[in-house]
Each structure stands twice: as structure tokens, then as C-alpha cells.
């Protein structure tokens, strides 16, 4: 069952995918040249489907075959967008870990992730985001008396990420997450309504790119109307939940947080 | 004819092609090609296409195109336009694109943070001063549990690596502000700064080597952000055993306010910790603070920050045989204004201060009343020229009045109330001009190396001076870096009553600091040598010319398991000074002085923490015989030739503090208790030997001995 719902929330991911993130037609229509590059195309999807194929099959090979894939560009010109979807990759990887219970294995795949991306050269906004997100997911295996350490850490990288790039919404959403999932007796959650609203409002991408990142806006919107729900903001929760729907009708995250909805 | 028929198919064929597609390659400043930039019309921006891995790119001409534009962007670079009728060969068109300069938005947060941030030792924010073991809540309390920190006197203000606490310096918001604790005239008091946790965003801390984007620091810096924007409004009271205090955050249209004021009272602490506060009568303060911000544009924002303190204490005082109750008094009031102002990659700002005072401190025959105030002004440009290159630019002014009106003993030693005084009225000025260069230089993602200029412009007969420096940060990893500080630093020593004059203090400094993070702790050690040359006058018998200092500490943080933290650090001070008999053994030398905490922190249920200090006792000089003098009607002491030779006893303290966050889910959001208990083992820790009036005999003035502490905050 639990896999289930879960497989049904990522195919809602990837049904949204196409559906918003990469207006692909008129940007492939113009596409007249080559693409040599095809392991990095559409790569967000791709890593997306693979972790949906590992959860379905309850087998890592094809996120594995993947990485294996990524690791061996060597080309230097796409070797540090290769790095970043490698991070990518370990972010999904370390979910799938610990949806299966192999906490020591997912808790390396999250270090493998902030490692790669501490170590870039150059950071750009899409590193620094990509980098606070995974900070956030490490903290459950750290937490504690770590959890603040490592908070403010994300925290850093986010801001860093939005001083690079100030229209990036994956930036307001790392930097909401962050702030959500940061206990309120240690001064969390004052900024994640404002930053969310941010993100959502934001196009995922500048201008189409299939070899650049477009997540964060559903994450955004599913967060916020967490946060509504949680501070009891009834009527917020539920215009945020109608603008979700209707910009994402397949996303099954969102959908599900209907029934809290129900008689409020 | 079958030629011009050729001329013009050709020349259709490539008109045409001209006008269906543009292609060409995108490259970097190095003539590197680059993979995955976008390539589009301004005006189709969702008909656009991306560069393959050598940079080339193939893009299909919309209808309209020949009035367009051709916009080339990637991430990390800036974006390159290009008009269409200034396309030569639509089929090689060659871009180059230029690394991204921080823009102007960037700027407006890049803007907050200090040029020098990443030469800062410890960076602390509000969630890491409440979680400090030491702190009780207080930003400079923090400090002071830093290995870096060499207070002795239990005060909060900043003594970092054995220099006196008057040579570093504070600055909010880039202003600068003295002597930042409260009811500081008394011995044993000072224990808490002025600035309240709630408005600060965040601390650097610059043990020694304080960068020179700032003056008037010998030593090192503490530099406080205050708060900007008001996340939400909320409400909170306080209310503890000797205090009770209210702060609202509100924002109001674009104005974001914080106002806070507190009002402290001694007689339930006191009672409840009789008999160990022997010599504490009363305190009775009141305080306010106030902060607005508003974001008038994009570009131009502006912060002020008022803040006012009345403050009484009395308390049993002794000096050189005499005791007596010591009264203190006094009124405080200092603003800041801060407006900034960023365009494209430059960023200009104004810098406003103002502090006045009044105190009045009696004692025996001493009678003293000091009226201060200070003017400081700075203007500031900071450029962001790219990712690598950073500089900063600017001059202050800053005038600093302190007028005296005192009745002081006639005699250092005699302070009975019929012994002979003086009566002095002295008013004195200084003007310091200065002006200032900074520049810091990222070559790799592994060095970053910074280099500072400031020099005074003398006003009138004033000695000209110039302070250097020279930092750099080295990454080893993404866990190692050292840090060499080295440079020449100048600062005037604040008048008081003893020393009633502007003093200019110099330093010499070298710094090797290490630090190593890892998933569980942290391990950070430094070593430090210095030279201190100026007259510091430390009692009026008392003058120290020139201290040479030579230091090495280390800290180490363990997390254990998920809720447990253990830290430990030691600092070691070897201090020589220079008084008029020549090279002596300083008070700062410490052989020792270890701080150790054990944390349990579960957002849940409680935060816990036990904290032990301790530190050999402090070298002072004996006083070995006395002479009666009938016409200072006071035995007058005669000191031991051994300067410096005798020692208090070490010095053992062990804390122990509570706090525990209730979330509420009604009106009031959350209930915060605590309670501390301060040197649980009610240990006498010696502060001062105290000698009776003809110094035949002596006993010891203790520090602070076993008190407990508690309170409450609602937030609402």
C-alpha cells in the first residue's frame, strides 16, 4: 500500500513534469540542430522515471545504470552539469533508501550529494539550491543537537543561491523547506509563507532548458498549503489548493491534502 | 545566361537560408565553448534553442525576426544581446559570453554581509546564542564562552586573546559603540551587554587581525547586523526573577518596527540569594530600544536604531583599604542610522551615530560625573567588479567629547571621606579623521585573500599614522582551512577617570588559525603573537607602555548521538609588559583557561546545559608594607618589588541551565521557561585581595557565588 501511494505520487510528478516544466513543442520545434548531449536532455525526467522505476520494481538498478551513466561524462564542458545531476540523482537515491528502511545506505547517498556539491568550482544559484535542499534532507540522519548546525548551514547555501540568482524558485523553496522543517522552538517557521509565495509565482525556468533544472514550483505549492493547514489558515489553504489543482491536476501529493480540506 | 540563372538560385538559396536560420557558437571569455546556454529572439523567448556541447547552436527564424534581437544566457554568465541588423553571417555568428558580476539584485543581500565575512573566526546567529551554554540569552555573553575570549572579570565585554577589553571594538550596523555593557562602573557587574538577541541577525567574530573597513581596534572586532525585515508580528512578554521586559515585532506597511524595553529590579534576586551576593545592594534599570527599517526601493533601504538605558546600582565597594557603599548612576542614549544605497554592482553607504551619556559614580571622597558624547559619520562604497574581486572604499569621522567633573582623592589610596581631594574640571576632544581601502580577491574556489589600507588624517597637531593588513584564507578541503591574519592596527583608549585623556594604542599582529568541520563536530586552533605599544594607564600609579602577547587555543565540538553535545577548549597567554621600571610579568598570563559544556538540547522536552570554567588566578602585585601619612590621613601602601609576583587562587566555576518551549496552538503560540543556577559548588573565586586600612591584614572579594535564576516568556 505504502508503496503504492508513493508510486502513485511520483507518476503524478512526472505526468506534471511534461505537463508544466518543459513546454517541450514549440522549444523542440526550433530545435533544428543536434544534440549529442543526449544523456543530459530532458535528464530531470529521466532520473524522475528511474527513481519511479526503482520504487515500482523495488530495485535500484535503473537509478544505479543511471549514475554509472553520469559518472562516465567526462567531457569537460558537461562534466559540471553531469556533477549536478548526479546530486540530483543521490537526492532521489537517498529517498528511495530510506522509503526502504536502509538508513546507512541512503544517509551515504546524501553525503555523496553535498559532496559533489560542496566541491564544484564556480557554484551558480541552481549548485547552492540543489546543495541547502540536500543539506535539509540530511538532517534527519544527523539531527538532533545537529539539526540547527546543519539549518543554518542550508540556510546559507540558499541565500547564497538567491544572491546569484534572485528569480530562481528553487531558492525561495529551499530556503522555505528549510525554514519549515526547522523546529519552532528553535525559531523555525517565521519565512516559509513569504518564500513560498515567492517560488510559486515564479517560472520554473528562465527560458526552457532541457539540461537545467525546473522542480521546486509543485514542492512549493504542496508545502504552502501544509503551512496553511498547520496554522489552521482554512480559507488560504484552500485557494492555494484550488490554484494547485489546476495548474497541477495529476499531482497526487497535492490532491491527497483534499480530505484535510474537507468541512474547514 | 545559364550563369546568371546559377547567380541567382544561389543567391535565393542563401537569402533564404538567411532568413529561415541562424547558427553559430557560443564561447566563454577563455574561448571555451559553452554546452547548454540558451539562444533565442526577445521577442519569441519561448521558441528559442540551447548550444550543443561545442557550443554551436541552429536557431529557426520566426517571421519578424529582422527588427529582433538575439539573446544569449546561461547561468554564471551574463546575458549577451545581440540586434539582428548587426549580424554580419547569420550562419557564424560568434557569442561570447561574460562571467556574471553580481547584479543589482544581488547586491541587496550580498550588500548585508561584510566584505571581510569570510575572515571572520566565529559567525554566530540568534538560534546559536540562545543554544550557548553561557549566554543566558545574551549575544556578548556568547562570546565570551569562545576559546578566543580571555575575560577574567565576568563581564560581557569582549577581551579577545589577552588584550584589554578597550582595545577591541564594537560596531551595529557598522557603528561603532563603546564600552557595550551595562553598569559597568562597579567591580563585578557588567555581566550583561546592551543589545537584545531578538533584534540581531547576526555576529562575526574577529578574535585579533579586525579588519580595517573599521578603525579604532587594536585587537579584535565583534560586528552585529541587526535585524531588517519582520518575518511576522508577534508580541512578547517576559518576566523573571529580576525582570520584566516586552517587545513587539510589527511590520506596518513597508515599515518594519521593533520596539522592546525592559525594567530590572534586585530585590527578589537579591533576597532569594542572600547570604552570597554580599556586596550587592540594589540595581535598578530601565531600558528601551527601538528599531525601523523600511526598503524604500529596490535600490535604497534605510535602518535606524535608537536605544536608551537608566541604570542604578549600589553596592559595598573597597579600595586600598577602605570600604564603603558605591553608588552608580547613569543615563545612556545612542542611534544609529544606516542608509544604503546599490546600483548595478555598486553599493554606497551612510553610516550615522550619535551616543550621549551621564554618569555619576561615588565612592569615598570620590566623586565623579562624566558627561560623554559622540558623533560618528562614515561613508562607504562598496564594488562588486566580479566574482572574484570585491573592494571597498571609504572615510569616517568620528568626535568624541568626554567632560569630568570630578572630586578625586588627592592621593591614589585615600578615599575616606575626610581625607584631602582634588577637584577637577576637565573637558577634552577628539576629532579622528580617517579614510580607508579594502579589497578582497577570490583567485580559486580555494584561496580568498584580502588586504586593507587606513590612515588618519591628522587634524591639527595630531600624529599621523597608518594601519595595515594583509588576510588569507586557504581551503585545504571542504572541511580544512587555515587562516593567516597579519597587519598594524591603531585605536584611541576611551578616556575614564583613571586616564583622562585620548591615548593612541598600536598594535602588531600575526594570526594562524586552523579549522576542521565534520559531520559530528568541529576542532578549531590558532596561534597568535602581538605587540601592544601606547600608554595604558591602568591605575594612577600604573602605566603600561608596551605588552607583547604570544598565544596558542583550541576548541573542540562532539556531537553525541542526536541530542548530546560535549565541547572543550583551552587558550594559553604568555604576557610580558613594559612599565616604567622595565619588562614585568603581564596579568593577562594565562597558563590555562579552560571551558568545558555538556549540552542536551530536545526541541521537545528541555534544553540542558552544564558548563565549567576555570583558570589559574589572576597576578597581581602585593602591597608588603605601609606608611602613615598625616596629610593624606590614609596609610599609604608600599608595593612589592616583585611586580606582578603574587597570584590570586584558581579559579573553578560550574553552571547549570534549563529552558524548555512549550507550543501552544492558541492565541499565545508558545511558553519559554528557564532557570540557571551560577556556580552550583558556591565556589570563592578570589577577584581581588582586599587590605584593611593600615594593610596590616587582608581577606578576598569573591565573584559571583552560587545564584539561581529563573523566568518565563510568552509569545504570542
Known amino acids: 500500500m505504502k508503496n503504492l501511494i508513493i508510486l502513485l505520487f511520483l507518476c503524478s510528478c512526472l505526468s506534471c513534469e511534461a505537463h508544466n516544466n518543459t513546454p517541450a513543442p514549440p522549444y523542440q520545434a526550433s530545435l533544428v540542430?543536434?544534440?549529442?548531449?543526449?544523456?543530459?536532455?530532458?535528464?530531470?525526467?529521466?532520473?524522475?522515471?528511474?527513481?519511479?522505476?526503482?520504487?515500482?520494481?523495488?530495485?535500484?538498478?535503473?537509478?544505479?545504470?543511471?549514475?554509472?551513466?553520469?559518472?562516465?561524462?567526462?567531457?569537460?564542458?558537461?562534466?559540471?552539469?553531469?556533477h549536478y545531476w548526479r546530486a540530483y540523482l543521490h537526492y532521489?537515491?537517498?529517498?528511495?533508501?530510506?522509503?526502504?528502511?536502509?538508513?546507512?545506505?541512503?544517509?551515504?547517498?546524501?553525503?555523496?550529494?553535498?559532496?559533489?556539491?560542496?566541491?564544484?568550482?564556480?557554484?551558480?544559484?541552481?549548485?547552492?539550491?540543489?546543495?541547502?535542499?540536500?543539506?535539509?534532507?540530511s538532517i534527519p540522519f544527523k539531527a538532533g543537537i545537529r539539526a540547527p548546525f546543519i539549518s543554518g548551514k542550508a540556510s546559507k547555501n540558499a541565500n547564497k543561491a538567491l544572491e546569484l540568482n534572485k528569480q530562481n524558485p528553487?531558492?525561495?523553496?529551499?530556503?522555505?523547506?528549510?525554514?519549515?522543517?526547522?523546529?519552532?522552538?528553535?525559531?523555525?517557521?517565521?519565512?516559509?509563507?513569504?518564500?513560498?509565495?515567492?517560488?510559486?509565482?515564479?517560472?520554473?525556468?528562465?527560458?526552457?532548458?532541457?539540461?537545467?533544472?525546473?522542480?521546486?514550483?509543485?514542492?512549493a505549492y504542496e508545502m504552502l498549503i501544509k503551512f496553511y493547514i498547520k496554522k489552521e489558515r482554512w480559507d488560504d489553504a484552500k485557494s492555494i489548493f484550488a490554484e494547485a489543482s489546476e495548474k497541477f491536476p495529476d499531482n497526487h501529493q497535492i490532491s491527497k491534502l483534499a480530505s484535510k480540506l474537507i468541512n474547514k | 545566361m545559364r550563369t546568371t540563372i546559377l547567380f541567382i538560385l544561389i543567391l535565393a538559396a542563401s537569402t533564404g537560408w538567411a532568413q529561415s536560420r541562424f547558427s553559430g557558437q557560443v564561447?566563454?571569455?577563455?574561448?571555451?565553448?559553452?554546452?547548454?546556454?540558451?539562444?533565442?529572439?526577445?521577442?519569441?523567448?519561448?521558441?528559442?534553442?540551447?548550444?550543443?556541447?561545442?557550443?554551436?547552436?541552429?536557431?529557426?527564424?520566426?517571421?519578424?525576426?529582422?527588427?529582433?534581437?538575439?539573446?544569449?544566457?546561461?547561468?554564471?554568465?551574463?546575458?549577451?544581446?545581440?540586434?539582428?541588423?548587426?549580424?554580419?553571417?547569420?550562419?557564424?555568428?560568434?557569442?561570447?559570453?561574460?562571467?556574471?558580476?553580481l547584479n543589482i539584485n544581488t547586491i541587496t543581500v550580498s550588500g548585508k554581509s561584510p566584505i571581510s565575512e569570510q575572515f571572520a573566526v566565529q559567525q554566530l546567529k540568534p538560534l546559536d546564542i540562545y543554544l550557548n551554554p553561557v549566554s543566558n540569552a545574551d549575544p556578548l555573553k556568547a562570546i565570551t564562552f569562545l576559546a578566543a575570549s580571555t575575560n577574567t572579570d565576568e563581564s560581557a565585554n569582549p577581551n579577545l586573546r589577552g588584550s584589554p577589553a578597550d582595545r577591541s571594538l564594537v560596531v551595529l550596523n557598522g557603528v561603532p559603540v563603546q564600552n557595550p555593557v551595562r553598569n559597568s562602573q562597579i567591580n563585578g557587574t557588567g555581566f550583561f551587554s546592551l543589545f537584545n538577541t531578538e533584534v540581531i541577525s547576526n555576529i562575526q567574530v574577529y578574535p585579533g587581525n579586525p579588519p580595517l573597513t573599521y578603525g579604532n581596534s587594536s585587537a579584535g572586532l565583534v560586528e552585529v547586523q541587526l535585524r531588517d525585515e519582520v518575518p511576522e508580528n508577534s508580541l512578547q512578554l517576559s518576566a523573571g526573577l529580576a525582570?520584566?521586559?516586552?517587545?513587539?515585532?510589527?511590520?506596518?506597511?513597508?515599515?518594519?518596527?521593533?520596539?522592546?524595553?525592559?525594567?530590572?529590579?534586585?530585590?527578589?534576586?537579591?533576597?532569594?540569594?542572600?547570604?552570597?551576593?554580599?556586596?550587592?545592594?540594589?540595581?535598578?534599570?530601565?531600558?528601551?530600544?527601538?528599531?525601523?527599517?523600511?526598503a524604500f526601493s529596490d535600490q535604497l533601504e534605510v535602518h535606524l536604531f535608537s536605544y536608551g538605558i537608566d541604570e542604578a546600582v549600589r553596592a559595598h565597594g573597597h579600595s586600598f583599604g577602605y570600604s564603603d557603599l558605591a553608588k552608580a548612576q547613569k543615563t545612556r542614549n545612542f542611534n544609529i542610522l544606516t542608509v544604503q544605497y546599490q546600483n548595478n554592482n555598486q553599493q554606497w553607504s551612510l553610516r550615522h551615530g550619535s551616543n550621549f551619556s551621564n554618569s555619576q559614580y561615588q565612592f569615598g571622597n570620590l566623586n565623579s560625573n562624566a558627561h560623554r558624547q559622540q558623533w560618528y559619520h562614515s561613508l562607504n562604497f562598496?564594488?562588486?567588479?566580479?566574482?572574484?574581486?570585491?573592494?571597498?572604499?571609504?572615510?569616517?569621522?568620528?568626535?568624541?567629547?568626554?567632560?569630568?567633573?570630578?572630586?578625586?582623592?588627592?592621593?591614589?589610596?585615600?578615599?575616606?571621606?575626610?581625607?584631602?581631594?582634588?577637584?577637577?574640571?576637565?573637558?577634552?576632544?577628539?576629532?579622528?579623521?580617517?579614510?580607508?581601502?579594502?579589497?578582497?580577491?577570490?583567485?580559486?574556489?580555494?584561496?580568498v585573500i584580502s588586504a586593507g589600507l587606513r590612515s588618519n588624517i591628522p587634524i591639527a597637531e595630531q600624529e599621523s599614522y597608518l594601519s595595515f593588513q594583509l588576510s588569507a584564507r586557504y581551503r585545504l578541503d571542504h572541511q580544512q582551512s587555515f587562516l593567516l591574519g597579519l597587519g598594524q592596527y591603531h585605536n584611541?583608549?576611551?578616556?575614564?577617570?583613571?586616564?583622562?585623556?585620548?591615548?593612541?594604542?598600536?598594535?602588531?599582529?600575526?594570526?594562524?588559525?586552523?579549522?576542521l568541520q565534520w559531520d559530528e563536530g568541529q576542532l578549531q586552533a590558532a596561534i597568535f603573537a602581538k605587540q601592544e605599544q601606547g600608554n595604558q594607564e591602568i591605575e594612577r600609579y600604573l602605566q603600561v607602555l608596551e605588552s607583547q602577547i604570544m598565544g596558542t587555543e583550541i576548541s573542540l565540538q562532539q556531537d553525541i548521538g542526536k541530542y548530546w553535545r560535549a565541547e572543550a577548549s583551552n587558550i594559553l597567554i604568555r604576557q610580558r609588559i613594559r612599565t616604567a621600571d622595565g619588562w614585568q610579568r603581564g596579568d593577562q598570563t594565562l597558563h590555562y583557561f579552560v571551558k568545558a559544556a555538556l549540552q542536551w538540547n530536545h526541541p521537545r522536552y528541555l534544553s540542558a546545559s552544564m558548563v565549567y570554567m576555570t583558570r589559574p588566578g589572576t597576578y597581581f602585585t602585593e602591597v608588603t608594607d605601609a606608611i602613615y601619612q598625616s596629610e593624606s590621613r590614609s596609610f599609604a601602601p608600599v608595593f612589592s618589588t616583585d611586580f606582578?609576583?603574587?597570584?590570586?587562587?584558581?579559579?573553578?566555576?560550574?553552571?547549570?541551565?534549563?529552558?524548555?518551549?512549550?507550543?501552544?496552538?492558541?492565541?499565545?503560540k508558545s511558553i519559554i521557561v528557564y532557570a540557571s543556577v551560577n556556580n552550583i559548588l558556591n565556589q570563592n573565586n578570589q577577584q581581588v585581595r582586599r587590605y584593611n586600612s593600615d594593610f596590616s591584614d587582608f581577606d578576598y572579594g569573591y565573584f559571583q557565588k552560587r545564584t539561581i535564576y529563573f523566568g518565563t516568556v510568552f509569545n504570542w
Not at chain 1, 56 to 82: G, I, R, Y
Not at chain 1, 196 to 203: G, R, S, T, V
Not at chain 2, 64 to 85: E, K, M, R, W
Open chain 2, 243 to 294: 525582570s520584566a521586559g516586552l517587545l513587539t515585532q510589527q511590520k506596518i506597511g513597508n515599515n518594519h518596527f521593533r520596539l522592546y524595553g525592559n525594567y530590572q529590579f534586585s530585590k527578589p534576586f537579591i533576597e532569594l540569594n542572600q547570604p552570597n551576593l554580599p556586596d550587592l545592594k540594589k540595581f535598578d534599570n530601565k531600558d528601551i530600544g527601538l528599531s525601523w527599517y523600511r
Open chain 2, 382 to 447: 562598496k564594488e562588486f567588479t566580479n566574482a572574484k574581486w570585491t573592494w571597498q572604499t571609504g572615510i569616517n569621522h568620528d568626535f568624541q567629547q568626554a567632560g569630568f567633573q570630578d572630586t578625586i582623592p588627592r592621593y591614589f589610596f585615600a578615599f575616606a571621606e575626610n581625607a584631602p581631594t582634588l577637584a577637577l574640571d576637565t573637558t577634552i576632544r577628539l576629532h579622528q579623521l580617517e579614510a580607508y581601502a579594502y579589497a578582497s580577491w577570490e583567485p580559486s574556489s580555494d584561496w
Open chain 2, 644 to 668: 606582578n609576583g603574587a597570584q590570586l587562587g584558581a579559579y573553578h566555576r560550574l553552571d547549570l541551565s534549563l529552558s524548555r518551549v512549550i507550543l501552544l496552538s492558541g492565541n499565545i
Open chain 1, 170 to 219: 528553487r531558492a525561495y523553496f529551499v530556503i522555505a523547506s528549510n525554514d519549515f522543517y526547522t523546529p519552532e522552538q528553535y525559531g523555525g517557521g517565521k519565512i516559509v509563507e513569504e518564500n513560498l509565495l515567492k517560488a510559486i509565482n515564479l517560472p520554473a525556468q528562465d527560458k526552457p532548458n532541457p539540461y537545467l533544472p525546473a522542480w521546486g514550483q509543485q514542492e
Open chain 1, 33 to 82: 540542430s543536434y544534440q549529442p548531449t543526449s544523456l543530459l536532455e530532458n535528464i530531470e525526467q529521466k532520473i524522475k522515471t528511474a527513481f519511479i522505476q526503482s520504487m515500482v520494481q523495488q530495485d535500484n538498478s535503473d537509478m544505479d545504470k543511471l549514475a554509472k551513466q553520469l559518472k562516465e561524462v567526462s567531457d569537460p564542458k558537461a562534466e559540471k552539469l553531469a
Open chain 2, 492 to 515: 584611541y583608549r576611551r578616556p575614564a577617570f583613571v586616564g583622562q585623556h585620548f591615548e593612541l594604542l598600536r598594535s602588531r599582529q600575526i594570526s594562524l588559525d586552523y579549522d
Open chain 2, 27 to 101: 564561447t566563454d571569455l577563455a574561448n571555451q565553448p559553452v554546452f547548454a546556454a540558451n539562444v533565442y529572439f526577445k521577442q519569441h523567448p519561448q521558441q528559442g534553442t540551447t548550444t550543443d556541447l561545442d557550443g554551436h547552436f541552429t536557431l529557426k527564424t520566426p517571421a519578424d525576426f529582422q527588427a529582433d534581437t538575439l539573446v544569449c544566457s546561461f547561468i554564471g554568465y551574463q546575458t549577451s544581446v545581440l540586434p539582428i541588423q548587426e549580424i554580419q553571417y547569420p550562419t557564424n555568428i560568434q557569442i561570447q559570453l561574460k562571467e556574471q558580476s
Open chain 1, 92 to 137: 532521489y537515491q537517498t529517498i528511495y533508501f530510506m522509503e526502504n528502511d536502509e538508513e546507512k545506505t541512503a544517509e551515504k547517498h546524501i553525503d555523496k550529494a553535498i559532496d559533489l556539491l560542496e566541491n564544484m568550482e564556480e557554484k551558480n544559484s541552481e549548485d547552492y539550491a540543489l546543495l541547502a535542499m540536500a543539506r535539509g534532507l
